[in-house]
Nanobody
């Protein structure tokens, strides 16, 4: 069992940056693969970024590749999503997720409560 709490969302102008944080209630390195999903009103939930259980591999949606970076501070049990050059289409509720697999699937076991990111045009 692990609880996840996201923070860092907010309102930002097009081209701006935000860093989202996901704090886990326990150690996740070598235990849980982690990742970020987002969902905008009227749209399906989509995977944004993933980091493997051992934190050795990352993966990104094509729509954010080159702009977003997922990373971890293992001592703090925290995973980050650095979002640069934000676009209005990035506006969504962002959710941290985890499961016990080597790499995060589209159906994670655990979810955070979400944090809203709004990018003004």
């Amino acid at each position: 069992q692990v609880q996840l709490v996201e923070s860092g969302g907010g309102l930002v102008q097009t081209g701006g940056s935000l860093r989202l944080s996901c704090v886990a209630s326990r150690r996740t390195l070598n235990t849980y693969a982690m990742g970020w999903f987002r969902q905008a009103p009227g749209k399906e939930r989509e995977s944004v970024a993933r980091i493997s259980r051992n934190r050795g591999l990352t993966s990104y949606a094509d729509s954010v590749k080159g702009r977003f970076t997922i990373s971890s501070d293992n001592a703090k049990n925290t995973v980050y999503l650095q979002m640069n050059n934000l676009k209005p289409e990035d506006t969504a509720a962002y959710y941290c997720a985890a499961d016990s697999s080597v790499f995060l699937s589209n159906h994670p076991e655990y979810w955070g409560h979400g944090t809203q990111v709004t990018v003004s045009s």
